[in-house]
C-alpha cells in the first residue's frame, strides 16, 4: 500500500506503509454461558488489514474448558475451526479457563461468570435526533448495590445483529435503575420492526474488550485512524476472547 504526500507543488514523496506484511496470528472467539446448550469457540488466523474478511480456520486444535474445581470439559471440533460441547452451561460466580493448543503452542485465557442481573425490560422509543419516523432501543434494568457489575448488550433488528457494539459498567450508575439508550449506525429502526437484546452480565476484562472495540468504531476503514486491536484475556499474543457471563434474552415488536 503506497500513499503519495504532495509536500510542493513540484515534487512527490511516496511512502510505503507495509500495512499487509504483519505475520498472521492465532484469533480465538470462546464463549461459555449460563444457558443450558451448545458452548463453542472458534479458531482462525488473522489477515492483513488491508484484506478482506475471510479467516481462515484453525484445525485440529486440542480445546477444553476447566472449571475452578479442576475439572476439565473438552470441546471436539464440529467444524473446520469450531469447537463446541452439548449440553453444558457455566455456574454464576465460578472461574472457568480455556485452554487451545494448536502448532506446539498453548493458549489460555480466564474469565468468571458473574451473579445474574435480570433484565427488566426492552422498550422502544422515537429518536429524539433524527427522523420522527425512526425509533431507538432502551433496556431496563435494576443494578445492584453491593457489587462491581459489567455489562454487554448484542442488539439485533429482524433477526439481524446490529452492528453497534455496547459495553457498560456501574461506575455512575452503582444501585440505581439504569434506562439505557442503544444508539447505533447503519440500522434504522422502525414502527413493527422486531428488536431482540441479548443482555450479558460479563467480567472486567471483557469489558475492557468490548468497551476498547467501543470507543474505536467509525474507525477505517473509510473513517479515520486504523483501529488497533482490543486488549485480549489470552496469553501467548493470541487475539480474541473468552467470555463466561450470564445471557438473558427479550424481544419486542417496536411500538
Known amino acids: 500500500m503506497a500513499i503519495t504526500l504532495l509536500a510542493y507543488p513540484s515534487c512527490q514523496k511516496v511512502i510505503d506503509l507495509k500495512t499487509d506484511s504483519a505475520p498472521p496470528q492465532i484469533v480465538i472467539e470462546g464463549n461459555l454461558t449460563d444457558e443450558y446448550g451448545d458452548q463453542e469457540v472458534?479458531?482462525?488466523?488473522s489477515v492483513p488489514f488491508t484484506s478482506t474478511n475471510t479467516f481462515?480456520?484453525?484445525?485440529?486444535?486440542t480445546v477444553f474448558f476447566t472449571d475452578s474445581t479442576g475439572r476439565n470439559y473438552p470441546l471436539p471440533e464440529v467444524a473446520p475451526g469450531t469447537y463446541r460441547i452439548t449440553p453444558f452451561f457455566g455456574k454464576h460466580g465460578r472461574t472457568y479457563s480455556l485452554t487451545v493448543t494448536t502448532g506446539g503452542i498453548t493458549y489460555t485465557a480466564t474469565s468468571t461468570m458473574p451473579q445474574l442481573v435480570p433484565l427488566d425490560?426492552?422498550?422502544?422509543?422515537?429518536?429524539?435526533?433524527?427522523?420522527s419516523d425512526l425509533r431507538t432501543i432502551t433496556v431496563n434494568y435494576q443494578?445492584?448495590?453491593?457489587?462491581?457489575?459489567?455489562?454487554?448488550?448484542?442488539l439485533f433488528i429482524n433477526g439481524h445483529q446490529a452492528g453497534t457494539i455496547f459495553a457498560d459498567d456501574d461506575s455512575f450508575t452503582n444501585g440505581r435503575y439504569v434506562k439505557r439508550d442503544l444508539f447505533q449506525n447503519g440500522t434504522d429502526i422502525h414502527h413493527n420492526d422486531t428488536a431482540?437484546?441479548?443482555f450479558q452480565c460479563i467480567d472486567k476484562n471483557m469489558f475492557k474488550y468490548w468497551f476498547s472495540l467501543e470507543q474505536q468504531q467509525g474507525n477505517a476503514p473509510g473513517g479515520g485512524t486504523a483501529p488497533s486491536n482490543p486488549p485480549s484475556n489470552f496469553n501467548n499474543n493470541a487475539l480474541g476472547y473468552f467470555s463466561a457471563h450470564t445471557t438473558e434474552v427479550k424481544s419486542i415488536i417496536v411500538n
Open 42 to 45: 472458534v479458531i482462525s488466523k
Open 121 to 131: 425490560s426492552v422498550t422502544a422509543k422515537i429518536n429524539s435526533f433524527g427522523k
Open 196 to 198: 431482540t437484546v441479548e
Open 143 to 154: 443494578d445492584p448495590a453491593d457489587e462491581v457489575n459489567q455489562y454487554r448488550y448484542v
Open 56 to 61: 481462515p480456520p484453525v484445525t485440529g486444535a
